[in-house]
């Protein structure tokens, strides 16, 4: 089982939909939970954090944690064609400086 | 805002040349990271930093040596470069316990022939 688990994709939501990226973690004493955006041929940008269960919402973007069931998703409202990008998923342990990374979600908002 | 940046964006460069890769953060932070990018892998670390002159293995550290001489300086080298070191190579730095948030460069796409 890998550390970090994410559904390569594609996904494919029209514009305007609400695309819904999914992530599990193996490590229950994962404390921080990263969204990246990656396009092509680009470096990973930050866009969201959470650190407690629940929801943190930021614009378009929501970001949900459940600790119990070890699973963290990103949520994007109104998508754009311009959020056509690779998501990665990234957790931190408590007390460690590691980052584990999933492959990433391939994301497709199409015109 | 946070700025980290890279010494070159593309590089191609001969097998058993010494490679050097440097990065540079002006936020003063105190870790930074080497990781590697490759299709299907994700991103892989390969040292990082918690201080200047500290540094630690990550997991995949053969072939790879870095240097730390001042803060916001973090250099990767490869001592003799080798054609399965072809990758995209991205250096991260990370704000202060207590946010943890890791920021990256823009990445050195480095080609060895």
């Known amino acids: 089982q890998k550390e970090v688990e994410q559904n390569s994709g594609p996904l494919s939501v029209p514009e305007g939909a609400i695309a819904s990226l999914n992530c599990t973690y193996s490590d229950r004493g994962s404390q921080s939970f990263f969204w990246y955006r990656q396009y092509s041929g680009k470096s990973p940008e930050l866009i969201m954090f959470i650190y407690s269960n629940g929801d943190k919402e930021d614009g378009r973007f929501t970001a949900q944690l459940n600790k119990a069931s070890q699973y963290v998703s990103l949520l994007i409202r109104d998508s754009q064609p311009s959020d056509s990008a690779t998501y990665l998923c990234?957790?931190?342990?408590?007390?460690?400086?590691?980052?584990?990374f999933g492959t990433g979600t391939r994301l497709k908002v199409l015109a | 805002d946070v700025k980290v940046t890279q010494s070159s964006r593309y590089l191609v460069k001969r097998t058993g040349e010494k490679v050097f890769l440097e990065c540079v953060q002006d936020m003063d932070h105190e870790n930074m990271f080497w990781y590697r990018q490759d299709p299907g892998l994700g991103l892989r670390l390969i040292y990082f930093?918690?201080?200047?002159?500290?540094?630690e293995k990550g997991d995949i550290p053969e072939g790879y040596s870095v240097s730390r001489e001042k803060k916001e300086r973090f250099s990767l080298i490869l001592e003799s470069a080798s054609t399965n070191q072809t990758s995209m190579y991205l250096c991260?730095?990370?704000?202060?316990?207590?946010?943890?948030?890791?920021?990256f460069g823009p990445g050195t796409r480095l080609t060895v022939t």
């Open positions: 930093s918690y201080d200047v002159k500290m540094k």
């Open positions: 991260a730095s990370t704000t202060p316990p207590g946010s943890y948030e890791q920021y």
């Open positions: 990234a957790v931190n342990r408590a007390g460690t400086y590691k980052y584990i």
